[in-house]
């Protein structure tokens, strides 16, 4: 069993940045940082895997950077730009395996609570 705790998120205004982060009690080869707005599917933000490779949906890229620090066990998500539309619960996912390039939550066994991020106008 694989323990996902996130952190940080809160609110802020448009253009500004802020950080998540999740600790993990097992490193597993895939990890990964889903979203979910009110309403809405939960949908993939930015994955890593073992080896350091990384994908990010088309909504993120150039703005959101994931990593991992396996010495730490923590898992990170450094998001910039922000807009109001990606304001939502923010979960960390981890599975021991990756599924091609795609990052669906059907993929993923093992998640965190959740913590809200808030972008605002």
């Known amino acids: 069993q694989v323990q996902l705790v996130e952190s940080g998120g809160g609110s802020v205004q448009a253009g500004g940045s802020l950080s998540v982060s999740c600790t993990f009690s097992?490193?597993?080869?895939?990890m990964a940082w889903f979203r979910q707005a009110p309403a809405k599917e939960r949908e993939g933000v930015a994955r890593?895997?073992?080896?350091?490779?990384?994908d990010y949906a088309d909504s993120v890229k150039g703005r959101f950077t994931i990593s991992q620090d396996k010495g730490n066990n923590t898992l990170s998500l450094f998001m910039t730009s922000l807009k109001p539309e990606d304001t939502g619960m923010y979960y960390c996912?981890?599975?021991?395996?990756?599924?091609?390039?795609?990052?669906?939550?059907?993929?993923?066994?093992?998640w965190g609570q959740g913590t809200q991020v808030t972008v605002s106008s």
């Open positions: 097992q490193d597993t080869y895939c």
């Open positions: 890593i895997d073992t080896e350091g490779t990384t």
């Open positions: 996912a981890a599975q021991w395996w990756c599924v091609g390039d795609r990052f669906l939550a059907a993929d993923f066994m093992y």
